[in-house]
């Protein structure tokens, strides 16, 4: 999983720096997003460019082909067409998400990924993302899921960061300083 996390990182960090030099890094990112669930959702598109011995001529026109139907722009196209070309179409999820965090990046926002009992109110999540932009100084955005199994509250993830809210959470700290006295 690390090799594709750090082939990705350079396929992405590659395609990001055509994207900005054009100025369409945040459109290109869209694009590549629909070409990779394309890519992966359908089992004859997968096939073909995940498997060894097909070409690989074969596999870049099926990718290139692809982009060129979902409407993506060349840039995509070559770059989409490219990765699968090298038999890499396998990393594209990855890929897509390093080009994600460079994208943001650049644009001075992070995504937080936040995990709830209940799904959050539009007053909630307006409240959660105010107060994290202002305790990191960067602007956010939300990736909400509701997750069954906490309790109540929520836990919030950006990058590293971890802000654990949930009634797990607090109850298992409650645990802890009950053990040590």
């Given at each position: 999983m690390r090799a594709?996390?750090?082939?990705a990182k350079r396929y992405a960090k590659a395609l990001y720096e055509l994207a900005h030099?054009?100025?369409?890094?945040?459109?290109?990112?869209?694009?590549?997003?629909q070409v990779a669930e394309v890519c992966e959702s359908?089992?004859?598109?997968?096939?073909?460019?995940?498997?060894?011995?097909?070409?690989?001529?074969?596999?870049?026109?099926?990718a290139a082909a692809v982009a060129q139907k979902l409407g993506a722009r060349k840039l995509v196209q070559?770059?989409?067409?490219?990765?699968?070309?090298?038999?890499?179409?396998?990393?594209?999820?990855?890929?897509?998400a390093a080009y994600r965090n460079l994208v943001d990046a650049g644009l001075g926002r992070v995504r937080a990924q936040v995990r709830g009992a209940v799904a959050l109110t539009?007053?909630?999540?307006?409240?959660?993302?105010?107060?994290?932009e202002r305790a990191l100084g960067k602007r956010i955005?939300?990736?909400?899921?509701?997750?069954?199994?906490l309790l109540g509250g929520f836990v919030a993830q950006i990058?590293?960061?971890?802000?654990?809210?949930?009634?797990?959470?607090?109850?298992?700290r409650m645990r802890q300083r009950l053990a040590r006295g």
């Amino acid at each position: 999983m690390r090799a594709h996390e750090a082939t990705a990182k350079r396929y992405a960090k590659a395609l990001y720096e055509l994207a900005h030099e054009s100025g369409g890094a945040e459109a290109i990112e869209r694009e590549l997003e629909q070409v990779a669930e394309v890519c992966e959702s359908d089992p004859a598109v997968s096939g073909v460019l995940t498997r060894p011995w097909i070409k690989p001529a074969d596999r870049r026109a099926v990718a290139a082909a692809v982009a060129q139907k979902l409407g993506a722009r060349k840039l995509v196209q070559d770059f989409v067409g490219l990765v699968a070309d090298r038999g890499r179409a396998d990393h594209l999820r990855e890929i897509v998400a390093a080009y994600r965090n460079l994208v943001d990046a650049g644009l001075g926002r992070v995504r937080a990924q936040v995990r709830g009992a209940v799904a959050l109110t539009d007053a909630e999540k307006q409240q959660l993302s105010a107060r994290l932009e202002r305790a990191l100084g960067k602007r956010i955005i939300l990736e909400e899921q509701v997750d069954a199994t906490l309790l109540g509250g929520f836990v919030a993830q950006i990058g590293s960061l971890i802000l654990d809210g949930s009634l797990d959470g607090q109850l298992a700290r409650m645990r802890q300083r009950l053990a040590r006295g």
